[in-house]
């Protein structure tokens, strides 16, 4: 879970913020749009990562997964360039590990101007899709660790802010984390929710 390279008009340090309710609004109206940009491309769109956690500080960037049946890389960044939102270049935001598995990806940046966020298109089927849907169900479900992990950021933030160096300190810290989330999915019999199709 590496962060990407900021575009230049991108803020390059990292800042943390208390969990803000106002992230769940901001998140349902980044959804309408891709829901218009990306038609019947888009099986699900949901909020992930921090800000998709109430009471999880978080930096102020809203993470939208969108689920496809599979990565059409030209026609989906077409679609989305569209509307302005630019397809990040770095290599981890074109493939990651998850569950042992090398799964593709896209991860687009809004629009410039726009309000931050970023836009991950994964696979409906790929163990990354199920990765960022156990990350945020379990910190949901588990108070000590939303309370640890959200605290260990703020911590992070402060004395590493450097967006690349904060990401290559933090990605070993969510290994950790995911490890005992993934205790937690067996204990509970956690699967994600049904999909909402668009």
């Not at 888009?42 to 809203?62: E, M």
């Not at 984390?177 to 999915?185: D, I, S, V």
Request: charged letters at 25%; one cysteine or more; proline letters at 7%.
């Amino acid at each position: 879970m590496l962060a990407g390279m900021p575009f230049p008009d991108e803020p390059h340090l990292v800042a943390v913020l208390d969990y803000q309710p106002r992230w769940v609004a901001d998140f349902e109206r980044l959804a309408g749009t891709l829901r218009d940009a990306l038609g019947d491309q888009a099986r699900a769109i949901d909020h992930v990562g921090s800000t998709a956690v109430p009471g999880l500080a978080a930096k102020d960037c809203v993470d939208a997964q969108v689920l496809v049946d599979d990565i059409e890389e030209d026609r989906q960044v077409a679609l989305l360039a569209a509307i302005g939102f630019r397809c990040r270049p770095e290599p981890w935001n074109r493939t990651e590990t998850s569950s042992g598995q090398e799964c593709r990806k896209l991860v687009f940046a809004p629009p410039i101007g726009a309000r931050r966020c970023n836009v991950h298109l994964r696979r409906l089927d790929g163990p990354n899709a199920r990765f960022a849907l156990l990350f945020r169900d379990y910190l949901r479900a588990d108070g000590t660790a939303r309370q640890g992990w959200g605290d260990f950021k703020k911590r992070l933030a402060l004395s590493v802010p450097d967006l690349s160096d904060n990401g290559q300190i933090k990605a070993p810290a969510t290994t950790v984390l995911m490890a005992a989330a993934e205790r937690w999915a067996t204990e509970t019999g956690w699967r994600p929710a049904p999909r909402r199709t668009t």
